[in-house]
């Protein structure tokens, strides 16, 4: 696994990875990337207007706390409601997974270390389904019980996904 | 290593995953993990059942939402138990 930082097109420094045998591009998110990624979630957020839902990835975005791969498959907005716990705004990373596993480890193994947990409060269009590998068992079963927000344990997803670039004979970078 | 230890094997991984355990016969997808829970199973099992040379990436091109996990255990002990190619 190897690391690195470039010049972003869009302005700032992005992040290479490349990791499982794959080169992945991250960047902080823009303003200008708000309309579009809002455009790939929306069918999901039935329960909030679209100008509350903005608000809050603009939140995000200029704290410096929105992610995306360079062309935009998965991203990941989030704002802090603690100073080391973050509450999800807009997780989106259906059509490449592993650039999103990318992401992730980029994200908190490297870009912010100090955030160990982002809890997902999750919209009436979204299924528990597709946090499952992301979250803790704990907060599943709890979900399950009373469909409270569920929590990612950010530092244990990293150990996990250190555990997989070594057992694959790669060096954590 | 036989086929239902696999299996087993392959069902800690999923319950790691926050997944639901899986039959031979059932698809991979009915173990319920997300896309990311699926990729990183599939990494797992490449690692835990690592292939002879020619057979190197051999998860990479499955279908993903079709494959049995019969289907997927033999894939595993094929290139993990084929001879090496001769030099």
Known sequence: ?????YES???GVATKLEVFGGTFNIELC???DIDPHYEKVKHWITDMKPSAYKARMREAVEIGKAFKLADSSSFLYYILTNPQ???????????NPLGTIAMIIAIFGYLDKRTFAIRFALHDGKSIDEYRSII???SLSRYITSGTHVMARTDDLIKKYKALVE???EEWA | MKKQEMLDKINAAI???NGVPVNMDDKLVSSGLDSLGVVIILLEM???FPATGQHTGYLSEIDVPNITMRELVGKCRLASTSPPPAE
């Open chain 1, 167 to 169: 057992a694959r004979g």
């Open chain 1, 30 to 32: 823009t303003l200008d």
């Open chain 2, 15 to 17: 319950r790691k995953e």
């Open chain 1, 1 to 5: 696994m190897q690391i690195s930082e």
């Open chain 2, 46 to 48: 490449e690692c835990m």
């Open chain 1, 85 to 95: 716990i973050g509450e999800g705004v807009a997780y989106y990373g259906k059509g």
């Open chain 1, 136 to 138: 803790t068992k704990s």
């Open chain 1, 9 to 11: 097109p869009s302005g």
